[in-house]
């Protein structure tokens, strides 16, 4: 008879069915859903409380700063569809922050807000930090990113989708 050490055996910290590594992957998610949607709410709220962002023209303007990346651009189309109504797009841009961030942080809809944020972020990587050089250092295609694990997987845990889906069931 051979006595050993097992070496499967786990410490369970949160629930006796689950390990700790069961639930950190559980919530892994957690905290990129709370980075993403306070970024985005401050970045929707900034913008609309910034008397010179709204406007078409003057220091620290949308209209300004679009004209100033629209011969850098990726696409200078989006740029010129842009500054038909700049005060416009930037209240579009500053709504569409804070709708994806609320949707974010509380969980609802999700991937659908997620969705949006990535849209929002590609427009602005395409736009705005695409002259970058290096192309890391613009900082919108790495929000892209960060967008596209909440689009795959949503928010199953601690948000109102799992409210709803618990209730569906």
Do not use: C
């Not at 990535?118 to 050089?133: D, F, K, M, P, R």
């Amino acid at each position: 008879m051979t006595h050993g050490v097992r070496s499967d055996v786990r410490m369970s910290y949160l629930d006796s069915r689950r390990d700790w590594r069961e639930t950190a992957t559980q919530y892994a998610l957690l905290p990129l859903r709370l980075f993403l949607g306070i970024t985005f709410v401050y970045a929707g709220l900034d913008k609309l409380t910034d008397s010179a962002f709204m406007k078409s023209g003057g220091s620290g303007s949308i209209g300004d700063t679009m004209r100033a990346v629209r011969d850098s651009a990726a696409i200078p189309s989006l740029v010129d569809m842009a500054l038909k109504n700049p005060v416009g797009f930037g209240y579009a841009i500053a709504f569409g922050e804070l709708v994806v961030g609320i949707g974010v942080l509380v969980g609802l809809l999700t991937r659908l807000a997620a969705l949006g944020g990535a849209v929002i972020s590609l427009s602005l990587w395409l736009t705005v930090s695409w002259a970058a050089t290096p192309y890391y250092y613009g900082n919108d295609l790495v929000y892209l990113m960060a967008w596209l694990p909440l689009v795959l997987a949503g928010a199953p845990y601690l948000s109102v989708d799992a409210v709803l889906g618990r209730r569906r069931r």
